[in-house]
């Protein structure tokens, strides 16, 4: 082998790391973004304004809970598009399901009905971003409020 033959071999080895050493780095890149934006899913923007789009359900007794409660989030800005009643087990205690987006759409519905535990439960085919299951202890709340 002669000198001609070992310097295109050393030029292909040396042009080959270059090119493993990219492909690396873009990986890499792209590994960072792609965690970045699936740990920002859960994150809130400081200072970034929370549209929310919501659905009320009332599982209890009370007639008319629901729209009482869409209409204090509606007053608070909170966008929702379905309100009725639940026809599974009667609740105690008010539950605000993140279904999409960040924690702080649920937070912000929970803090104007003034009630609510927080959970994540997704589910995409609901088309909103939070799910209320309105419980008794809206109604109670409710009924304190009024004179």
Known sequence: MGILEQH????????????LGLAAGVLAVWWHVRAA???GVNR??????VHVVAEVLNTTRAVGLARAATRVLRDAGIDVVYFGSDTGAVADSTLVLL?????????KVARAL???AVRQAPDSSRLVDVTVRLGGDFAA????QRP
């Open 99 to 107: 279904r999409r987006g960040n924690l702080s759409a649920a937070a």
């Open 44 to 49: 809130p923007v400081p200072g970034e304004r």
């Open 8 to 19: 295109r071999r050393g030029r292909v080895v040396v042009l080959a790391l270059i090119a």
């Open 114 to 116: 003034g009630v609510g």
């Open 37 to 39: 934006r699936s740990e």
């Open 141 to 144: 709340r409710l009924a304190a």
